[in-house]
Nanobody
Framework: QVQLVESGGGLVQPGGSLRLSCAAS????????MGWYRQATGKERELVAI???????NYTDSVKGRFTVSRDNTLNTVYLQMDSLKPEDTAVYYC????????WGQGTQVTVSS
């Protein structure tokens, strides 16, 4: 059974930082592309960042220079370091994995507000 379990969300002030983690099980982690999507209230889910099985990274333009995606294949975990957070980053963040199929975590809320 595939499980992607996110953690690290919460409330942070503008300009602050958070680090999200996603622990994966039931997949061949090293072979999977991993990433993060987010969905704000009333908006469609959008790609935030991905890191491929070969560690190639890609980011949506709005987070470039502020967010960093990384992975630890020994821990089967993918991370999203979020710095210089803005109110518009407020959303539910979902972990994503893909090899032959797409899998999703349950989501973790990130709220950026003063």
């Amino acid at each position: 059974q595939v499980q992607l379990v996110e953690s690290g969300g919460g409330l942070v002030q503008p300009g602050g930082s958070l680090r999200l983690s996603c622990a994966a099980s039931g997949i061949s982690f090293r072979s999977n592309d991993m990433g993060w999507y987010r969905q704000a209230t009333g908006k469609e889910r959008e790609l935030v960042a991905i890191i491929t099985s070969r560690r190639i990274t890609n980011y949506t333009d709005s987070v470039k220079g502020r967010f960093t995606v990384s992975r630890d294949n020994t821990l089967n975990t993918v991370y999203l370091q979020m710095d210089s957070l803005k109110p518009e980053d407020t959303a539910v963040y979902y972990c994503w994995s893909h090899e032959f199929y797409d899998y999703w975590g349950q989501g973790t809320q990130v709220t950026v507000s003063s």
